[in-house]
Structure formats: C-alpha cells, structure tokens
C-alpha cells in the first residue's frame, strides 16, 4: 500500500510564511510527477505546483514568485515554501504523486488527506 502524508499546515498572518511537506511511503518503486492542489470553501480543486523527478517546476500565475516546490528524492518527499502569504492563499492543500510500485511498470495517482493552512489577522 502507498501513502502519501501531508504536514506542515497552520494559521499564518497576512505576510507570513509556512513551509509544507508531504512524505510517500509503502512499497515504491518509482515516483514521477509529484503536485500541490488546493481546494478553498466553494471553490474547485486548483493546482498549485508541480515538480518533475528531475527538478522541474510549474507554478500557478497566483502563486509565482511566492510559492517554491522541492523535493528530496531520497526521502520520497515534496516541499511546498510558501511565502508572502495572502488571505486567499487560504485552503486545504493536497499532494498528488504519480507513483509506479514494486515489482510493476503502472503508473497510480495517489492522493494525500489534505492539511488546512489558513492566512488570517
């Protein structure tokens, strides 16, 4: 079984900063495409980040300049840093990875349980 385990979420003020992680663990043969997805009360499920296995990183315009993806492949891990924190940055943030396990070519997408972060005064 694969899982993917968010952390990191929190109250922040306007301006702040809080750093997000999200960790993979289970029997894992190989992780692509790891993402950030973010989902406000009302509002669709939008994407956030995405970070290839080699590095590579796309942000959503809203978040650019802000936000940072990274990841420690070592550790089946991702990291949202997200800076300069905005009162609509509020939402609950997910983790997608595209993930092949042991002994299998297939590719899943697998999804984490979400952590709140919440931007207020």
């Known amino acids: 079984q694969v899982q993917l385990v968010e952390s990191g979420g929190g109250l922040v003020q306007p301006g702040g900063s809080l750093r997000l992680s999200c960790a993979a663990s289970g029997r894992i043969r190989s992780i692509n495409t790891m993402r950030w997805y973010r989902q406000a009360p009302g509002k669709q499920r939008e994407l956030v980040a995405s970070?290839?296995?080699?590095?590579?990183?796309n942000y959503a315009d809203s978040v650019k300049g802000r936000f940072t993806a990274s990841r420690d492949n070592a550790k089946n891990t991702v990291y949202l840093q997200m800076n300069s924190l905005k009162p609509e940055d509020t939402a609950v943030y997910y983790c997608?990875?595209?993930?092949?396990?042991?002994?299998?070519?297939?590719?899943?997408?697998?999804w984490g349980q979400g952590t709140q972060v919440t931007v207020s005064s």
């Open positions: 970070i290839t296995s080699g590095g590579g990183t």
């Open positions: 997608n990875a595209d993930i092949s396990r042991e002994y299998t070519f297939a590719i899943n997408s697998y």
